[in-house]
Nanobody, 126 residues
Framework: QLHLVESGGGLVQAGGSLRLSCAASGRTFRNNAMGWFRQAPGKEREFVAAVDRTGGTTFYSDPVKGRFTISRDNAKSTVYLEMVSLKPEDTAVYYC???????????????????WGQGTQVTVSS
């Protein structure tokens, strides 16, 4: 079983930056694609970004494309989400998750992820 722990959330002004980290332990990290999702109050959990097993291919939702960057370090069993030009609408709890499937079409679907972290709060003030 993979265990995921997010960190790096906080309060930032609009236009600011944050870097989220997700440290993994347990089963082999490099066997999993990794994703970031977020959930704002009263809204459904939404896909933010994903990276394949090797880190060679990344995927982004339209609202964050060009502002967020997902990356992974398999040697450190860690996935990152670099966020710049943050907007108040980015405010949410951010979750990292592990996906054992290699089919990239699955990556935006939270139901395809079998392990989730506890989440980290990101608040962007206007």
């Amino acid at each position: 079983q993979l265990h995921l722990v997010e960190s790096g959330g906080g309060l930032v002004q609009a236009g600011g930056s944050l870097r989220l980290s997700c440290a993994a332990s347990g089963r082999t990290f490099r066997n999993n694609a990794m994703g970031w999702f977020r959930q704002a109050p009263g809204k459904e959990r939404e896909f933010v970004a994903a990276v394949d097993r090797t880190g060679g291919t990344t995927f982004y939702s339209d609202p964050v494309k060009g502002r967020f960057t997902i990356s992974r370090d398999n040697a450190k069993s860690t996935v990152y989400l670099e966020m710049v030009s943050l907007k108040p609408e980015d405010t949410a709890v951010y979750y990292c998750a592990a996906c054992y499937y290699s089919n990239t079409e699955y990556y935006p679907n939270p139901d395809r992820y079998d392990t989730w972290g506890q989440g980290t709060q990101v608040t962007v003030s206007s």
